[in-house]
């Protein structure tokens, strides 16, 4: 009992320790400076999450440059410390997926004790980086509408990206063919094939081998945000020509969030179509999506207190749809049956098709009779 508790402890902090991929990260960089302009080392500057109160440190070398890599997507309070200089805190700075982004610091003489508040500056500019993409943020991932509850439908809005659903029928992806592994999951960008984008998923490769699909398509409840990058890929996440598809999903935080939704879709709200006039039975539709998530601190009372180093996140979804088609067809009549075709217009003996300028001519049936009657049973 005690070797497998120990295996248990193991595992869960193989699962606490920090992820290394640069794809799921952000970084920060940049100088550190005085007033003069002259370079300032052994700065401290650390970058503080504000919402889970980690911290992420780094000194900066004898030039005055810093990097912090590996840092969560999010919110950040970066404060910067040195010897004979006022504390310089920058608060609200908010950092996205994949973004290797630039801030600079100038330092003011006088003493640590003393320290300078910054709470807003222009977006920050991705100067260590040269790839093109778009990123998706929380805010769109809740609350753009979503047919399907599809977080792929967003791709389309990074320029030169279409697909899913809206493009060419027929592809491997696309939803509209029986063998379609992942339907729904299709996009085309810049001219590439669907079969030619990188999906990963919390920096980790994310692609069906057979297909070259999606593997796991998360809920949009447990995306955070996705970046599409179309070109100029960074040499950690190149593979294909087409785009790279980036998601991280949410994380807990010190504070307890959750939800709970179901999206209905009924045809008792919907108007009836052409070939469903009034008086006829109305093909019914039923949909509904429905789930929950929730994040925050691990807390065991008088044992564990994890707040600010132990978070955990979980959400579930679920899919329920029925529906009715509505289709015509052409039924054989008895005297069809018979090869008596009278109820139909002309029919020709296709042995007889012969050329006759302008066009292709042949000799009817007499009395539109089949010389040879169909023996198709009448049951």
């Known amino acids: 009992m005690s070797k497998l508790l120990a295996l248990y402890i193991l595992l869960a902090l193989a699962l606490t320790m920090p992820a290394s991929a640069q794809v799921a990260s952000a970084e920060l960089s940049g100088h550190v400076l005085d007033a003069s302009g002259a370079a300032v080392a052994n700065a401290k500057v ?16 004898s030039a005055g440059d ?15 410390e040195a010897a004979n200089f006022r504390k310089v805190v920058q608060r609200g700075l908010t950092l996205q997926i994949n973004q290797q982004a630039g801030l600079d610091f100038t330092l ?70 029986p063998d379609d592994r992942r339907p729904a999951t299709e996009i085309f960008s810049n001219g ?56 991280i999903t949410k994380s807990g935080s010190n504070q307890f969030h959750g939800s709970v939704f179901e999206f209905l879709r009924n045809s008792a709200m919907d108007a009836r179509n052409f070939f469903s ?8 539709f039923r949909l509904n999506q429905f789930g929950a998530s929730a994040g925050g601190p691990v807390l065991i009372p008088r044992v564990y207190n994890a707040r600010n180093s132990t978070f955990f996140f979980v959400d579930s979804e679920g899919y329920r749809r029925t529906a009715q088609q ?5 039924v054989p009549t008895l005297l069809m049956r018979t090869g008596n075709f009278s109820e139909t217009p002309t029919i020709y003996d296709p042995i007889s098709t012969r050329a006759q300028a302008p066009a292709l001519s042949a000799t009817p049936f007499p009395e539109t009779l089949s010389p040879q009657p169909a023996s198709i049973p009448s049951h």
């Open 326 to 330: 509505l289709l015509l067809g052409n």
């Open 46 to 61: 650390t970058a503080t999450s504000s919402e889970t109160n980690r911290t992420f440190e780094t000194i900066s070398n």
């Open 66 to 80: 810093y990097v912090i890599q590996l840092l969560p997507p999010g919110t950040y309070t970066v404060t910067v």
């Open 277 to 284: 006039p009034h008086g006829t039975a109305f093909p019914s």
């Open 108 to 177: 003011q003489v006088g003493q640590v004790s003393e320290q300078i508040e910054v709470t807003g500056q222009a977006p920050l500019l991705e100067t260590e980086s040269s790839s093109l993409g778009t990123v998706v943020n929380e805010q769109f991932v809740n609350q753009l509408p979503l047919n399907g509850r599809n977080f792929i439908q967003m791709a389309t809005l990074s320029p030169g990206v279409n697909g899913v659903g809206f493009s060419a029928t027929g592809t491997i992806m696309s939803g509209t063919r």
């Open 192 to 247: 590439n094939r669907e079969g030619s984008n990188n999906f990963l998923y919390d920096g980790i490769d994310d692609n069906e081998r057979l297909t070259l699909s999606i593997v796991l398509r998360p809920a949009v409840e447990a995306v955070r945000e996705f970046k599409i990058q179309t070109n100029l890929y960074s040499a950690d996440i190149g593979r294909s020509s087409g785009a790279v598809v980036d998601v």
